[in-house]
């Protein structure tokens, strides 16, 4: 099993930055697929971005928003920039294992002018 927690969430201005981390315990994560989801007020949980071999974002975030991951470390980041009121949510880190997925209990971010 995979335990996953979320930190550095908080209230920041439109404009500011914010990062995110998502340490693991129970299982080493460098060999699995690491994503970033968030779920707004009153919406669905989308996507944000992932972490393998590679990285990929979403359109609304790319520029923005960069995924990394710390394999010494057991953690994976999400750097948030110029962040924008409609990124206000709460942010989930998930690991994609062969066992099946694993969620943490999320972040959350609001962005307040």
């Known amino acids: 099993q995979v335990q996953l927690v979320e930190s550095g969430g908080g209230l920041v201005q439109p404009g500011g930055s914010l990062r995110l981390s998502c340490a693991a315990s129970?299982?080493?994560?460098?060999?699995?697929?690491m994503r970033w989801y968030r779920e707004p007020p009153g919406q669905s949980r989308g996507w944000v971005a992932s972490?393998?071999?590679?990285?990929s974002h979403a359109d609304s975030v790319k520029g923005r928003f960069t995924v990394s991951r710390n394999s010494a470390k057991n953690t994976v980041s999400l750097q948030m920039s110029s962040l924008k009121p409609e990124n206000t949510a709460v942010y989930y880190c998930?690991?994609?294992?062969?066992?099946?997925?694993?969620w943490g209990e999320g972040t959350q971010v609001i962005v307040y002018s």
């Open positions: 129970g299982s080493v994560i460098s060999t699995y697929i």
């Open positions: 998930n690991a994609g294992t062969p066992a099946g997925d694993y």
């Open positions: 972490i393998g071999s590679g990285t």
